[in-house]
């Protein structure tokens, strides 16, 4: 016999072979019974919640101390009122008899009798005041209570679009209802009293890499930001260009078509350069040589050393991401808000879960257990749905007053350079200016509407002179069969630095462009 958890354990050991023995216990309890002036109340968990096997029958008698008559002050319960079973009032004892108990169930055998039956208290616990009352009320308050959890629950069961519905409602009520004063207070862009429809010229001198970005409120660049910085450092003279035309092959190989080209050499190497700048001059560089290359080959150029060539675009964006903190073009105090609001979700969902499973009843559950695990799910239904507005940007982070301004003249300026091949106004009048047109007309993905308007409007005299126009084989102006091959040479940077290894189509690029011992257990027989 040893003690363990503040009780006794006791092993026996005996011999038998083939044959059925029976074992008698006994023990003295000290304290269990409670003597009031009226009754005592013997409250007994006859089968403890902690066997782990089932059990098919079970019967229990308490001895009353002497016979009594079957009055309204001798009454016995069975409990909880989940578990199958019957009791019994006899004038000497008590009966209970219960059958398919659970594994992990208890059962309560519950007596109350006339204190004139007791010859002595000394072994009970002494209470002034009447206590019949009471004990009646807590038993029928507890079977009300089980009652009541069961309807409710069935309830809810019979009524599943109610439920949803409701579940709906708290699981993400409180996350959008947050998300949406978040982006009020915080997300929403202010007016600026700006007005203008279009821009005719770039409103600042910010770099073709920081513009789209800006537009579109994101600190990545895309591989039109790629490809604009290179035509802008051809633009300023870092490399020369020469058109010229290359032949491709068509219908697969059934036919030849000659298309526009340019061939890039080494310029002026003295041009200063940004620092996101740099990384792109170094991939040129390397495709470049001494010798020049053509446009057309440069991806395969690329692909030829992609591991090198993929840590400098990282360098890029990385680079681009940094000057764009630099300009401190927004104000992200929203993100604070709902990181405290996924933090409080977190904790009130662990918190709701822990406590509605820990005290689950699998058999007969409790409505408020299942209300307090729902609310415990819902909660993190919320987190979930702000975390996923955190990877919204625009939910929670909007441009300074100055940076609004110049998103919205730029986006001004995207507009002319879209519209202005149909426009009647006077075209610009510099190569400086045409040449800037391209190289941001790139950067927003609307490249083919620049070149429409430069071969309607370019003075033929301008193009000639400048290193990014030119006339193509089929007379027209920088907008041969492949109109510059600009949009398959920004997918082809995408897909030519991606990391090694990584698919094809995009590679490393974002898109750019603009835009017992006592207790009752819920009730009783």
């Not at 011999?15 to 019974?33: N, P, Q």
């Amino acid at each position: 016999m040893t003690g363990i958890h503040n009780g006794l354990r006791i092993v026996w050991h005996y011999a038998a072979s083939d044959e059925r023995r029976t074992f008698t216990l006994s023990y003295r309890f000290r304290g269990l019974a409670v003597a009031y002036d009226d009754v005592v109340d013997v409250n007994l968990r006859m089968w403890g919640d902690h066997w782990p096997a089932s059990l098919d029958s079970l019967t229990a008698a308490m001895q009353l101390p002497r016979a009594a008559e079957l009055s309204p002050s001798y009454r016995i319960w069975g409990s909880p009122a989940w578990v199958r079973g019957v009791v019994k009032r006899l004038p000497d004892r008590a009966l209970l008899q219960a059958s398919r108990v659970p594994a992990h169930q208890f059962v309560e055998l519950r007596a109350v009798f006339p204190r004139s039956l007791l010859a002595s208290t000394a072994g009970a616990q002494v209470r002034q005041g009447s206590g019949l009352e009471k004990i009646v009320a807590g038993e029928v308050r507890s079977q009300r209570e089980y009652e009541r959890d069961r309807r409710r629950i069935d309830d809810a069961k019979r009524h599943l679009g109610r439920t949803f519905i409701y579940l709906l409602f708290l699981g993400q009520g409180p996350a959008v209802a947050l998300m949406l004063l978040v982006w009020l207070l915080y997300g929403r862009e202010r007016r600026t009293g700006y007005d203008r429809e279009y821009e005719q010229a770039p409103p600042s001198d910010t770099e073709p890499a920081l513009v789209p970005s800006l537009m579109r409120q994101a600190t990545t660049p895309g591989s039109n930001e790629f490809t604009a910085t290179l035509f802008d450092l051809i633009r300023r003279g870092r490399y020369k260009s020469t058109p010229v035309t290359t032949e491709r092959s068509i219908w697969g190989g059934l036919r030849h078509q000659d298309v526009a080209d340019l061939l890039l050499t080494l310029g002026d190497t003295n041009v200063q350069l940004t620092g996101f700048e740099e990384p792109v001059a170094e991939v040129v560089d390397s495709v470049v040589g001494g010798d020049g290359e053509r446009l057309s080959a440069f991806r395969d150029k690329i692909e030829a050393d992609r591991a090198s060539n993929s840590k400098r675009f990282t360098s890029f964006k990385e680079k681009v991401s940094s000057a764009i903190d630099a300009r401190r073009w927004y104000l992200g105090d929203g993100l604070r808000v709902l990181g405290i609001g996924i933090l409080v979700f977190v904790v009130l969902a662990i918190v709701l879960l822990w406590i509605g499973i820990h005290g689950f009843r699998s058999a007969a559950p409790r409505w408020s257990d299942v209300v307090t695990v729902a609310l415990g799910i819902c909660a993190g239904a919320n987190a979930a749905s702000l975390i996923f507005g955190a990877t919204k940007v625009t939910l929670w982070r909007r441009r300074t007053a100055a940076g609004q301004t110049e998103a919205e003249r730029w986006e001004a300026f995207r507009r002319y350079l879209t519209d202005f091949p149909r426009l009647q106004e006077a075209p610009p009048a510099t190569l400086e200016l045409w040449e800037r047109y391209l190289v941001y007309g790139i950067a927003f993905g609307i490249a083919e509407r620049v070149l429409q308007g430069a071969h309607l409007l370019m003075p033929e005299a301008l193009h000639e002179q400048s290193s990014l126009y030119w006339i193509t084989p089929t007379g027209d102006l920088g907008s041969g069969p492949t109109s510059l091959a600009i949009s398959d040479l920004s997918s082809g940077f995408g897909s030519a630095l991606a990391p090694p290894g990584s698919s094809g189509g995009g590679g490393g690029f974002s898109g750019g462009g603009g835009g017992g011992g006592g207790g009752g257990g819920g009730g009783a027989w």
